[in-house]
T-cell receptor, first 114, second 113 residues
């Protein structure tokens, strides 16, 4: 099976812009989670989607949003970008529950906000 | 917070030596997971150990869990230069009626050839 894919791999934006990142999970996986990784804060959970519904949400402002499509592909959107949003954004998929089973991570999208 | 904390933050060893990393946490967990991350890339799942298990093996990896001490350790035996990476523990627990999975900040392992 193909692994988790994320597009784009690298992105440069300026403050105030918005960005959309995409994640395609492993075929058959219905749970997709998003994480933000920075040197200072480490790996922080953004949200998890299962069958097109947000199942869990981390402590991020409303500028961060996501959605999942019927084919389990997921997108996350960050509006009104801030310098502090510069990070590696990781997507992970699992069959049904990210907490109880193996998560498979994509390579990440590295976002730089200038 | 419930966040698992890895110890040490950084570890440098010679090829062939064993590497031990520890993870401590604060409240009861359902399971604990270890992941590896090569520089700037996605994480790779290594092992999941449930709260009723005490030890698990996978190849050169050995994970132990001591729920009385709220700690886990990851042992990599006969290390190789390719083991150079950051290693994270993640704890799964119930909070406010929902499942949480929280990652620690990791141990950066360097294996010198």
């Amino acid at each position: 099976k193909a692994g988790v894919t994320q597009t784009p791999r690298y992105l440069i934006k300026t403050r105030g812009q918005q960005v959309t990142l995409s994640c395609s999970p492993i075929s058959g996986h219905r749970s997709v989670s998003w994480y933000q990784q920075t040197p200072g804060q480490g790996l922080q959970f953004l949200f998890e989607y299962f069958s097109e519904t947000q199942r869990n949400k981390g402590n991020f402002p409303g500028r961060f949003s996501g959605r999942q499509f019927s084919n389990s592909r997921s997108e996350m959107n960050v509006s009104t970008l801030e310098l502090g949003d510069s990070a590696l954004y990781l997507c992970a998929s699992s069959f049904w529950d990210r907490s109880q089973e193996t998560q498979y991570f994509g390579p990440g999208t590295r976002l730089l906000v200038l | 917070s419930q966040q698992g904390e890895e110890d040490p933050q950084a570890l440098s060893i010679q090829e062939g030596e064993n590497a031990t990393m520890n993870c401590s946490y604060k409240t009861s967990i359902n399971n604990l997971q270890w992941y590896r991350q090569n520089s700037g890339r996605g994480l790779v799942h290594l092992i999941l150990i449930r709260s009723n298990e005490r030890e698990k093996h996978s190849g050169r990896l050995r994970v132990t869990l001591d729920t009385s001490k709220k700690s886990s350790s990851l042992l990599i035996t006969a290390s190789r230069a390719a083991d150079t990476a950051s290693y994270f523990c993640a704890t799964n627990f119930l909070q406010g009626g929902s499942e949480k999975l929280v990652f620690g900040k990791g141990t950066k392992l360097t294996v010198n050839p």
